[in-house]
């Protein structure tokens, strides 16, 4: 057999042994949190280096209705790799110039739901979400509203959020301040104690 012969079955080789490797359970699940410009075009091209790379993606959160304090659009990129190629893919999703906030395992480990109470929709419900994501470093997961007197009176919104596990307090200190520059009563969780 001659060396480029030998060369080739050696590549072929090694190639199985990778592919083997990803299939037996080496697998696991990363979080990349990201910025983007609102352009077209620019979703597709920050997923190209993730699948270039080996990533499988499992879910895209793009919330193209709110904007990052930078003015981006945030997503969120649930994908899965073997270990020893995530830092290549977050590489490649920089080296492709697109933002990224956050790459790591943990993906949001605590859910907390609190209530707001107070004039929430004449205070841009919008905005104070937004804020919730930004300063708190939460997730909205799910948002309930009740106007019985409508939208000018009082309300309240009962707010699910998919927070980083050990964060709770960070998060509600967050959520307190926001309450506070917009006059809205924050009931929180009851968090923490030991069953008796």
């Given amino acids: 057999m001659d060396a480029r012969k030998q060369e080739v079955t050696a590549v072929s080789d090694n190639s199985a042994a990778e592919e083997n490797t990803e299939t037996d359970g080496g697998v ?4 990349v949190r990201l910025e ?3 352009e077209p075009g620019e979703l ?13 993606l499992l879910s895209i959160h793009h919330e193209r209705g709110n904007m990052t304090p930078r003015g981006h659009i945030p997503v969120e990129v649930d994908l899965e790799s073997p270990p020893d190629r995530f830092d290549g893919i977050v590489d490649a999703l920089r080296d492709a110039g697109v933002n990224v906030i956050q790459a790591g395992a943990e993906h949001y480990g605590e859910e ?8 929430i929709v004449e205070h841009d419900l919008s905005n104070t979400l937004s804020r919730i994501e930004d300063e708190a470093n939460a997730v909205v997961r799910d948002l309930s509203l009740s106007a019985p007197n409508g939208t000018e009176a009082v309300s309240s919104a009962r707010i699910r959020l998919a927070i980083d596990s050990g964060r709770s307090d960070a998060a509600l200190e967050a959520i307190r301040s926001i309450g506070s520059d917009k006059d809205l009563t924050v009931v929180e969780p009851l968090l923490g104690g030991d069953a008796a």
Avoid: C, E, K, M
């Fill in 112 to 119: 907390i739901n609190v209530v707001l109470v107070g004039n």
């Fill in 44 to 56: 597709l091209r920050a997923l190209a280096p993730i699948a270039d790379n080996g990533g499988n």
């Fill in 28 to 31: 696991r699940a990363y979080t």
């Fill in 36 to 38: 983007l410009v609102d």
